[in-house]
Each structure stands twice: as structure tokens, then as C-alpha cells.
């Protein structure tokens, strides 16, 4: 080992707690890249509180509300509490690819796809309720791109096989600090369907963290749903069997 590598391996954590560009560090890999992003999603063991905005024909339509309840990347729970007609209504993630619908007018819980759409709107339920892409994508590093104008690895993500949502997304992360930018997500036929831009516009997450996330439709024009978060309560802790199918209809 040469004494330059040395001092590169010593110093590494302090300049990634610095949050100095990878220039300034030992050489990232695209697994790397991708779970420091997914850790900026992944607010494991908290509460959120969002507002759901699904446009039509530039339109907006509908509005929801919900409660999130996120223990880890396998386990979340989404409650909506608005519009009343829908008051009540469940989304489960009760372990990987495990995904459950409770309906109260029914009273029933049903087995859903985590490709579904989420409560109607152009995200799908793995895009909510499963935060790291690293479980289902294997990542590849194919450059580096200019995203409203800041520098960021593009990643291409491959599906480990035919069960997840997609088959390939690229995903453009922020040089500078690894804040998830963008997402383009492809079908199994290769065709692009839909774009992810993300931000933080308020301080109500922590730093770093998206709390306004737009899916844009490419198939669809003027279609696209906007979620902002609203509240977010950190280090939460929840029930036995809050994350456990045989116990939804119960809560």
C-alpha cells in the first residue's frame, strides 16, 4: 500500500461526513451512489403526513391526504385521511413484495401488485411505500449529466428479474451530496414511462431529504401527480403487528 493510499483510506470519513464531492474522496461505486440516495428516501422508523395532487389535462382532480407510517425499506403502512369518501382506505408493505389494499366499505383486505397505482395517481406502490431501489436494481454508472443545471451521476438501473415494477430507470444523483434528482422508468419492452423530479422546497424534512416529488406520464400528456410532504415525526415507534396483514382490518 502506498502512503498516498494511506492517507486517502484515513481521511475518507471525514471528508464524507464534510460532504466534499466525490473528486475529493476515494473512487465511489454505483452501488455506492445509489445507497446514499436511497438513505436520503429511506427516513426509516417515522411518521409523514403528505398531500397527494393527481392532474388530468393539466387539471387538478383529485386530492388525498394519508398518514405513513415507515418502519423499514419492507414494512409501511399508508392510512388516507382525505377526501372522506376514501377516509380509512390501507396500503400495506407487510415484507418484500408483499403488498396489501384494505377497503373498509367492504371491510375486506385484498392482495395487490406493488406495480399497481397508488391511490389512482401515476405512482405505483412500490414507488411509495418500498424506498430502496438497491433491493430490486442492479446499478451501473454510465456518466455524468447536468440536471437543472448541477452536475450528477447518471445511474442505469437493471431489474434483478421479471417481478419488479420495471425494467430498467435511470436515475440522475447530485455530485455534491447525493440528493436523488430525477428518474426515468422503462417497461419491460423498453418503452420510457413516466419521469420522477424530486426537491425540497420547505424545511419540513430534514436536510437533505425530497418532501415534493412530481411523476410526470410520457405516455400520457398532461397527466402527472404531485406529493408534498407536510409533516414528518421522526424516531417513531409503532404497535406489534402495525406492519402485519392478518392484523389490517383490525386498526
Known amino acids: 500500500m502506498t502512503s498516498l493510499t494511506r492517507r486517502l483510506l484515513t481521511c475518507a470519513p471525514l471528508l464524507a461526513a464534510l ?11 454505483a452501488l455506492d451512489i445509489l445507497n446514499r ?3 436520503k428516501i429511506d427516513i426509516k422508523q417515522s411518521q409523514v403526513e ?3 395532487l393527481v392532474y388530468r389535462n393539466n ?3 383529485k386530492t388525498y391526504r394519508m398518514l405513513l407510517k415507515y418502519e423499514d425499506a419492507d414494512h409501511t403502512l399508508a392510512e388516507t385521511t382525505f377526501p372522506p369518501r376514501n377516509q380509512g382506505e390501507k396500503m400495506l ?3 418484500r413484495r408483499s403488498y396489501w389494499l384494505f377497503l373498509p366499505n367492504i371491510n375486506k383486505s385484498v ?3 406493488e406495480s399497481n397505482s397508488f391511490s389512482n395517481g401515476d405512482f405505483s406502490n412500490a414507488d411509495i411505500l418500498s424506498p430502496r431501489l438497491s433491493f430490486e436494481y442492479e ?24 417481478g419488479t415494477a420495471y425494467s430498467k430507470i435511470f436515475y440522475w444523483v447530485r455530485k455534491s451530496d447525493f440528493f436523488p434528482l430525477r428518474r426515468e422508468y422503462y417497461t419491460f419492452s423498453q418503452q420510457l414511462l413516466k419521469r420522477l423530479d424530486l426537491r425540497q422546497t420547505s424545511t419540513v424534512m430534514p436536510g437533505g431529504v425530497p418532501d415534493a416529488l412530481m411523476m410526470t406520464s410520457v405516455l400520457e400528456r398532461d397527466k402527472k401527480t404531485v406529493i408534498r410532504y407536510t409533516k414528518y415525526s421522526p424516531n417513531s415507534t409503532f ?5 402485519d396483514e392478518s392484523t389490517l382490518m383490525r386498526r
Do not use: W
Open 239 to 243: 404497535p406489534p403487528g402495525t406492519f
Open 19 to 29: 460532504g466534499l464531492p466525490l473528486s475529493a474522496r476515494a473512487e465511489l461505486s
Open 37 to 39: 440516495a436511497d438513505d
Open 93 to 95: 408493505q407487510a415484507g
Open 50 to 52: 403528505l398531500e397527494m
Open 139 to 162: 446499478p451501473k454508472l454510465v456518466g455524468v449529466e447536468s440536471i437543472n443545471n448541477e452536475d450528477a451521476y447518471k445511474l442505469e438501473l437493471i431489474a434483478k428479474d421479471d
Open 111 to 113: 392482495r395487490i401488485s
Open 59 to 61: 387539471e387538478l382532480r
